[in-house]
C-alpha cells in the first residue's frame, strides 16, 4: 500500500506556542490530503481539506486563524497549531489518497499533542 | 450526527470466539472502507467494498457490502488477541471520507 509519513509523532509544547505538524506522502503524489483530530476511543473528525497549490477547505467549526495548513508541493501538507490552548491537546492524522481513486485513504502514524 | 452507525460501540470477547461488526447508513456509498486503529497510531486500510452484495474474504475476515450498499458488516471468526483494536468503516462520498463511530473490540487470551 501507499506510505504516508507523519512528523512528530509526539509533541509537548507550552501554552501560547505554536506546533507544526508534517505530513508527507512517500511513494505518491497527492493533490488533497485530509486532516483528522481523534479523541480517545473516539472515531475521526475531519477537520480540513489540504488541497495543494490552494487554500484549505475546513469543515464547519474549525478555525482556519488557528489551524493553519500549507500543501506546498504534492508530496507535503503542514498543519501549524497556533497559540496552542490545553484544550487544542489531542491525537492529529493526515491521510491521503494516491492516484485516481478518492475512496482509499492511507494515514500517518499520527501526531499526540499535548499542551501544558 | 454520524452519518454511517456503527454497532456495537464496544465489544470485548474471549480469544478463539467469533464477533460481527455492522455499519448502517441511511445513504448510499460509491464503496465502503473499514479500517483499524491501534493505539497511537493512524487506521490502516483492511478492504474496500464497491460492488452491492460482495462479499471479501481476508484471512479470518468476512467483509459484506449491503445489495443496496447503504450498509456492511464485519465478521471475525476465532478471534485473537491481535485483532483487538478500534474498527472504523468509512463511506466514501464526492471527494471525502465519512466515518463511523467506531467499534473498540477488545479480544481476552
Known amino acids: 500500500g501507499a506510505v504516508v509519513s507523519q512528523h512528530p509523532s509526539r509533541v509537548i509544547c507550552k501554552s501560547g506556542t505554536s506546533v507544526k505538524i508534517e505530513c508527507r506522502s512517500l511513494d505518491f503524489q497527492a493533490t488533497t490530503m485530509f486532516w483528522y483530530r481523534q479523541f480517545p476511543k473516539q472515531s475521526l473528525m475531519l477537520m480540513a481539506t489540504?488541497?495543494?497549490?490552494?487554500?484549505?477547505?475546513?469543515e464547519q467549526g474549525v478555525e482556519k486563524d488557528k489551524f493553519l495548513i500549507n500543501h506546498a508541493s504534492l508530496t507535503l501538507s503542514t498543519l501549524t497549531v497556533t497559540s496552542a490552548h490545553p484544550e487544542d491537546s489531542s491525537f492529529y492524522i493526515c491521510?491521503?489518497?494516491?492516484?485516481?481513486?478518492?475512496?482509499?485513504?492511507?494515514f500517518g502514524q499520527g501526531t499526540r499533542l499535548t499542551v501544558v | 450526527t454520524q452519518l454511517l452507525e456503527q454497532s456495537p460501540q464496544f465489544l470485548s470477547i474471549q480469544e478463539g470466539e467469533n464477533l460481527t461488526v455492522y455499519c448502517n447508513s441511511s445513504s448510499v456509498f460509491s464503496s465502503l472502507q473499514w479500517y483499524r486503529q491501534e493505539p497511537g497510531e493512524g487506521p490502516v486500510l483492511l478492504v474496500t467494498v464497491v460492488t452491492g452484495g460482495e462479499v471479501k474474504k481476508l484471512k479470518r475476515l468476512t467483509f459484506q457490502f449491503g445489495d443496496a450498499r447503504k450498509d456492511s458488516s464485519l465478521h471475525i471468526t476465532a478471534a485473537q488477541t491481535g485483532d483487538t483494536g478500534l474498527y472504523l468503516c468509512?463511506?466514501?462520498?464526492?471527494?471525502?471520507?465519512?466515518f463511523g463511530a467506531g467499534t473498540t473490540v477488545t479480544v481476552r487470551a
Open positions: 468509512a463511506g466514501a462520498g464526492d471527494y471525502k471520507l465519512s
Open positions: 491521510s491521503a489518497n494516491p492516484g485516481q481513486s478518492r475512496s482509499e485513504a492511507f
Open positions: 489540504s488541497n495543494e497549490g490552494s487554500k484549505a477547505t475546513y
